[in-house]
């Protein structure tokens, strides 16, 4: 769903997102990490999570690595996490984006504000747990992705100085499948752990293959507190034929960045959590909006 307004109704708007993040932020602190590293439920056992993640946007980062000012940007998305433990190692899983919410304004004089609200692509995965020596544990993973958010472009993006020229199309779906293979490894100690990954994404349509990867530090405070450190990147790997977009929301072929997070969450009751996350870019940030990434959650394990 798409919907116009004129610029003078941008305030509006931003106050709705504002009092919107203000509600969720009473639920304490969030995260928005779906993936749980190499460790799976044991069978008839799980853990789901549903959070809300807001991307306030400056400053885009488009292919050639330099910075462009634009007009004002949000993304406010309701996402759902669950997974469960189908036999001894192996899991299922599924990660389902239930409402995007884009908020592009248009910074030439007289210009308007754009509002797209639509899903997003949901991904099923599974792990197995191939090896488990005392507390090491190596698991391989797998996931599909199906293209359910259109890829039309949803707006022109135009730079903030005169002559305010065209810098990107503002998409919120690729429509492409999406298959991703790889490995995942972790180590727990008694209240530290460490974790990483690295795996391949296939992508139809002619796009850009991928490789991603993960590193990740996490400890217990308390019985009620813990909390991690998170390093990410993703980078284009092997050139497709399909042409590079460019789209603040970053759902473009050629996107690349290496971010961090750090997250938080507390047991306010046996098996139910809430939490926060702070996410950011770090270095080689292509075709995509620059900005914090503020996510808050509920959990809870089963």
Known sequence: MKLSQPRRAQQPATVFIGALLACAALMSLGASRAAAGPWTPEPGHGYAKLWLKWLPGFGYHDGAGETVSYGAYHEVFVNAYGEVGVVDGFSLWLHAPLAQTFVLGD????????????????????????????RFVASLDASFGVPLATSRPQAPVFASDAPNTEIAQLRIGSGVFRGQAGVSLGYGWDKIYASGSIAYVL????????????????????????????????????????PRTESPSGINNGTGYVGAGVEGEWQFVPRWYLGLTLEGGLVYVRRQTGGPVVSVFVATTF
């Open 203 to 242: 992508r139809s349509g002619g796009w850009d293959d991928v490789l991603t990867w993960t590193a990740e530090l996490g400890a217990r405070f308390s019985s009620a507190f813990s909390g991690r450190v998170r390093i990410t990147g993703w980078h284009p790997a092997v050139r497709g034929e399909a």
């Open 107 to 134: 910074p030439r004089p007289g210009g308007g504000t754009d509002v797209v609200v639509g899903p997003g692509d949901p991904t099923l995965g599974a792990r197995w747990r191939f090896l488990r020596l005392g």
